[in-house]
């Protein structure tokens, strides 16, 4: 069966500090996927999406970026976060674009 | 593009009561169509899908009714139970497109 690894489960980050998030699938091989950010009130904003290696498509302008070196690796980087940048980071696959993304457990950003 | 709305951010049931969770989408070129729940601390969870071919599909405890002439989506759970709550979002997908649009969620709150 197919899992989804994130971490960290949570992170605390001064200003101007940099980032890395990870995100790996098992179980399944060219998969599509995504990194979102949930802020309080619920709403899931979608940050980046993948296709499929080294193809990135970015949804939102921010000082964020992403990576997938790797068929099932996908990496959520920034040089210098922001205070803005404080939420929930979810990671999540899917096999096609009309079959359901499954998502990580996250990872709560705190920017100090 | 597609908006999607939910009807209610909040709905409280009794135990054993039914539950409906209701969802608007904008778009009548969408075709497929998710359910979300989302348990505190956790990502998003599938709880079960349908495709603009069909009006209704049911799960373990679970339907969900799509009404496309008035773009109208439902997720209606029986006997609802204390671990039904949780916040659920719908997810409604364009034709060929690789991204669902979100809701922003309803919080379902079970009183025992």
């Known amino acids: 069966s197919q899992t989804i690894h994130q971490w960290p489960a949570t992170l605390v980050q001064p200003v101007g500090s940099p980032l890395s998030l990870e995100c790996t699938v098992e179980?399944?091989?060219?998969?599509?996927l995504y990194w979102y950010r949930q802020a309080a009130g619920r709403g899931l904003q979608l940050l980046f999406y993948?296709?499929?290696?080294?193809?990135i498509s970015s949804e939102v302008p921010q000082n964020l970026s992403a990576s997938r070196p790797q068929d099932r690796q996908f990496i959520l980087s920034s040089k210098k976060l922001l205070l803005s940048d404080s939420g929930f980071y979810l990671c999540?696959?899917?096999?096609?674009?009309?079959?359901?993304?499954?998502f990580g457990d996250g990872t709560r950003l705190s920017i100090l | 593009g597609e908006s999607v709305g939910l009807h209610l951010p909040t709905l409280s049931v009794q135990e054993g009561d039914n539950s409906i969770i209701n969802c608007a989408y904008s778009?009548?070129?969408?075709?497929?169509f998710i359910w979300y729940k989302q348990e505190s601390g956790k990502g998003p969870q599938f709880i079960i899908d349908?495709?603009?071919?069909?009006d209704k599909r049911q799960g373990q405890r679970v339907t969900v009714l799509l009404n496309k002439t008035v773009k109208h989506l439902s997720l209606q759970i029986a006997a609802t139970q204390p671990g039904d709550s949780a916040v659920y979002f719908c997810?409604?997908?364009?034709?060929?497109?690789?991204?669902?649009?979100f809701g922003r969620g309803t919080s379902l709150i079970v009183h025992p």
């Open positions: 999540a696959w899917s096999q096609v674009s009309n079959q359901p993304q499954h």
């Open positions: 179980g399944t091989s060219n998969p599509n």
């Open positions: 993948s296709v499929g290696i080294g193809q």
């Open positions: 778009n009548s070129a969408s075709d497929y």
């Open positions: 349908i495709r603009s071919n069909m």
């Open positions: 997810a409604v997908r364009m034709v060929g497109s690789y991204i669902p649009t």
